[in-house]
């Protein structure tokens, strides 16, 4: 794809490709799941309070050891023993529930939050532009619905309570061991920074890394989507192999960014528990010179001991969840980038209300237009034409003239680069989008089936339809001709794209949704230029009950399907170059003479 011009060119902003590859530069876009957690304070603060009960009651069972060393144990008091028996049964008892009641809870908030996530990412993406569909694969777009999501299911799930646990229970342990000794605690104060450098230090590699291999699973995603649904393609070519090949580069690049990531965090926990365990063995040390010169007992060293290795082992929890955060920080980044996208056609506040009920009509104005992915070159300069009520116009010309352009403008898919397109004599520049597009219905070439039942396919024209007006408009729309040799018939499962449908079937069951949509102007995109001599028949028929009292606007290479059109545009590089009936255009002479004449001299030869 050739470079794009400069940005002023354009009345509208090109859509951004996504990014590839880049950092994450810190925590920061996990500030951006709080408002999907503060939508749920009951749960949150719950979860907040099981999470204080089970740390205290963890903490409390150090100090109760060295009161039963002290007490107990050293003293040979066996009365005092039993009783500290029953409170470490009693608090275990507490910590028990509240560690349950804990993780219950953040994994019901966390299925919560995610599911609000993806909800929300999808919407925002039906909002965007056709452009931002242009220019970003479909495939790697799922895999951040997707993957990316499960990944932050992590943070708000388990990674963030273990998180915060350990940092409590970090502090709570540090807290008591300055209560336990001054004198060895400071020297605990001294060595935490040591522990914490190579946090700082190694998590920009890790930020790095997790959006690398983000970056790569997405890109194997995108890969896998595009050819296994042109699977019958790639065998046709017989590419199996190459695409294999392709697949295992895809594949070995996110392993190797995997085996990245993974190496960069392990070194990281190796380091930090390197580091904390020289630490807590010269804490140790200290500790029993002071046991030696009578500055603590043994049980006040054995509770600050179990202290220490609290807070040690909360640090090296941290410093792995702190790995698993910063992945996840990578995946949130993304999502949210997608969030922060902004679609690129500009709605008006305050839309021009469309006429009631539609006049059905449609004229371009001077029209000019580009694609901003083809490097802005003009595919319509100076078209202006009109259609009136009920009348239908077919538009003719070579490929790339422009046709399937004018319908994608009427609906306004993207906007104008000059000129005006008016709907029922209102531009659609300032009308709703949808109310514009509730005029439109549309047949194509290859029209989209999706993965359901006839019944829902044709459904999908009018959601709340009952089923006696879907039954209506498929017998009007030949298809209940064909459903009725179903064994399932209108809840026959069609496969995804319709694979189990003939073209035929699909261009009917695609008539008769266009039948129930009901819309004022019919939008036939080549609907009949694919099929067979009888499916042509039988498509042509339902088409003729699909645009009675309809504006209709048909492109068509065969002419032979337009000869009794009202008029006839022929479109030459975007311009109009000719207009009349078929007999008038081909008395006339010219290029649309010229294409009646071969296609017709064929039709006979044949």
Request: no cysteine; charged share 20%; aromatic share 6%.
């Amino acid at each position: 794809m050739t470079d794009l011009q400069p940005e002023e060119k354009r009345d509208t902003p090109m859509p951004p490709r996504l990014k590839a590859g880049e950092k994450a530069r810190s925590l920061a876009p996990l500030r951006r799941l709080l408002p999907f957690l503060l939508r749920y304070p009951v749960r949150l603060t719950l979860t907040l309070l099981f999470l204080l009960v089970a740390a205290i009651t963890s903490l409390s069972l150090p100090y109760l050891a060295g009161g039963f060393i002290d007490e107990g144990f050293a003293a040979e008091n066996l009365e005092v023993v039993s009783s500290y028996a029953w409170v470490v049964i009693i608090i275990a008892v507490v910590m028990a529930v509240a560690a349950s009641a804990r993780f219950y809870l953040i994994s019901l908030i966390g299925e919560r939050v995610i599911a609000d996530l993806r909800q929300q990412v999808f919407d925002h993406l039906l909002t965007l532009d056709a452009t931002f569909f242009d220019v970003n694969r479909v495939g790697e777009l799922t895999s951040r619905l997707n993957a990316d999501v499960a990944t932050i299911r992590q943070a708000v799930g388990s990674s963030a309570s273990l998180a915060l646990r350990s940092l409590i229970l970090m502090v709570g342990a540090v807290v008591m061991m300055f209560l336990t000794n001054f004198q060895l605690a400071l020297g605990v104060v001294i060595v935490i920074p040591i522990i914490v450098f190579p946090l700082v230090f190694m998590g920009k590699r890790m930020r790095r890394v997790s959006r690398i291999t983000q970056d790569s699973l997405a890109d194997l995603s995108a890969m896998v989507t595009e050819t296994l649904s042109s699977v019958k393609t790639v065998k046709s070519f017989v590419q199996e192999d190459r695409q294999q090949e392709v697949f295992r580069g895809f594949a070995e690049a996110s392993y190797r960014a995997e085996l990245k990531r993974l190496l960069t965090r392990s070194a990281l926990i190796g380091l930090v528990l390197f580091v904390s365990m020289i630490a807590l063995v010269g804490l140790i040390w200290l500790g029993t010179q002071a046991v030696f010169s009578g500055a603590v007992t043994v049980g006040e060293l054995t509770q600050f001991g179990i202290y220490a290795v609290v807070a040690t082992s909360a640090l090296t929890n941290m410093s792995d969840l702190f790995g698993t955060l910063q992945q996840v920080a990578g995946a949130t980044e993304r999502l949210i980038e997608l969030l922060d996208t902004k679609p690129g056609l500009p709605i008006r506040p305050d839309p021009v209300p469309m006429p009631l009920p539609s006049k059905g009509t449609v004229a371009f104005e001077d029209v000019d237009f580009a694609y901003m992915t083809r490097d802005d070159t003009a595919i319509l300069s100076g078209l202006s034409f009109s259609v009136a009520s009920g009348e239908t116009v077919a538009l003719v010309g070579a490929s790339g003239a422009g046709k399937s352009t004018v319908f994608a403008l009427l609906q306004r898919f993207y906007d104008v680069s000059g000129g005006r397109v008016l709907v029922d004599g209102v531009d659609v520049r300032d009308a709703e989008p949808g109310d514009l597009r509730r005029r439109f219905a549309s047949v194509d070439q290859e029209p989209v089936i999706f993965a359901g039942s006839i019944a829902d396919n044709i459904r999908f024209g009018k959601p709340h339809a009952k089923m006696d007006e879907i039954i209506a408009a498929a017998d009007a729309a030949l298809v209940s001709e064909f459903v009725s040799e179903l064994p399932a018939g209108f809840e026959t499962l069609v496969g995804e794209r319709g694979v189990m449908l003939s073209g035929g079937q699909k261009q009917r069951v695609a008539i008769a949704r266009a039948l129930l949509k009901d819309a004022p102007i019919l939008l036939l995109d080549e609907a009949t230029s694919a099929l067979d001599a009888q499916s042509e028949h039988l498509v042509q028929k339902a088409l003729e009950h699909l645009m009675e009292g309809r504006t209709t606007l048909v492109i068509a290479h065969r002419l032979a399907t337009i000869r009794n059109a009202d008029r006839i545009i022929v479109l030459e590089k975007g311009r109009l170059i000719d207009e009349g009936t078929h007999d008038q255009l081909v008395s006339k002479g010219g290029r649309y003479a010229e294409l009646a004449k071969l296609q017709f001299r064929i039709a006979a030869a044949e």
